[in-house]
């Protein structure tokens, strides 16, 4: 017997303030008569990951094979799951060119999963033009991005900490920010162990002119 599938409406929405920063996304999930919303944030990530991450959580909230029609704001997403870039970057090993690795490689390929297992279409509106789901999503991406609860984004502090690694070295508050040259602030991030959280930072600097965020090893803390 052919298993039953399902027709469901995704919204997705996903924000950060600043970007790079305290990141957060919203999902609103139609079907049929019923209607749910989900949202979450982290410490520290970027606008793209949290689009990323909006679609990524609202498929895993499917239990059974669906048909799907994903709403989102993002052209970056839809452009690149609808126009078959993402498919290519895998194929590549992760390369968007022979010099550049494609970002959010971590996030893609648990996109991709998702995508083989249900029936997805990717759709593009436009933000803030009157749609009252995606209007809802936007709220609650908000709205999880200024909780005091936030995990960190462990796939954006690796890729920064890697970036970081073949570049001098941004360590004290003072120190000229390599993309602008403006001394860099300390800032603590909001943030609340996970049961499988083995360290968090104790502060970041960030540049308050083009926002750049820089993880210091010597902030980091292992809990004991």
Request: proline share 4%.
């Amino acid at each position: 017997m052919n298993e039953e599938v399902k027709e469901v409406t995704l919204y997705t929405d996903g924000a950060c303030e600043p970007n790079p920063g305290p990141g957060g996304w919203g999902v609103v999930l139609i079907y049929g008569n019923h209607r749910k919303e989900l949202s979450g944030g982290f410490q520290l990530s970027t606008n793209n990951r949290m689009e990323i991450i909006a679609a990524i959580k609202g498929l895993e909230a499917l239990k059974t094979l669906c048909k799907v029609t994903l709403y989102s704001d993002s052209e970056y997403l839809v452009n690149a799951m609808m126009q078959g870039w993402v498919s290519r970057w895998q194929r590549d090993d992760w390369w968007r060119n022979k010099e550049e690795k494609a970002a959010n490689a971590d996030l893609w390929g648990k996109l991709l999963d998702l995508c083989n297992k249900h029936h997805v279409e990717f759709v593009w509106i436009k933000a803030h033009a009157g749609n009252p789901e995606n209007e809802r999503c936007d709220q609650l991406s908000l709205e999880a991005l200024k909780q005091d609860d936030l995990t960190p984004d462990e796939g954006y502090q690796k890729f920064v900490e890697t970036k970081d690694a073949s570049k001098t070295k941004v360590t004290s508050e003072g120190q000229p920010c390599r993309s602008c040259s403006t001394p860099v602030i300390k800032r603590a991030p909001r943030s609340k162990r996970k049961p499988d959280q083995l360290y968090y930072y104790e502060y970041y600097l960030y540049c308050p002119k083009c926002h750049a965020i820089y993880l210091v090893e010597g902030a980091k803390r292992y809990f004991e």
